[in-house]
Nanobody, 124 residues
Framework: QVQLVESGGGLVQAGGSLRLSCAAS????????LGWFRQAPGKEREFVAG????????SYADSVKGRFTISRDNAKNTVYLQMNSLKPEDTAVYYC???WGTGVLVTAQSYDYWGQGTQVTVSS
């Protein structure tokens, strides 16, 4: 069982940066692949970024490549999402998710545990 708690969301102007954190409970944190998803009003939840259990493999949505960076610190049971050059279209609730296993998958149904979400709002 893994519990996830996101933090770091907020209001930022276009071009600005935010760093999201997701703190996880559970002693087997390092055995989970982690992902960040987001959901804007009226839209489907979409994959943003994912990182394998040892951090050796990452994957990004095309819309955030070159702007966002996912990382993890297994000693702190925390995964991060550094978001730079933010755009108004990045506005959404951002969710942290975890799945048992090594593969970074991009579908929400592949993940077993979810955080409560943190709001990111980018003003133009």
């Amino acid at each position: 069982q893994v519990q996830l708690v996101e933090s770091g969301g907020g209001l930022v102007q276009a071009g600005g940066s935010l760093r999201l954190s997701c703190a996880a409970s559970g002693r087997t944190f390092s055995s989970y692949t982690l992902g960040w998803f987001r959901q804007a009003p009226g839209k489907e939840r979409e994959f943003v970024a994912g990182i394998s259990w040892r951090g050796g493999s990452t994957s990004y949505a095309d819309s955030v490549k070159g702007r966002f960076t996912i990382s993890r610190d297994n000693a702190k049971n925390t995964v991060y999402l550094q978001m730079n050059s933010l755009k108004p279209e990045d506005t959404a609730v951002y969710y942290c998710a975890a799945r048992w296993g090594t593969g970074v998958l991009v579908t929400a149904q592949s993940y077993d545990y979810w955080g409560q979400g943190t709001q990111v709002t980018v003003s133009s």
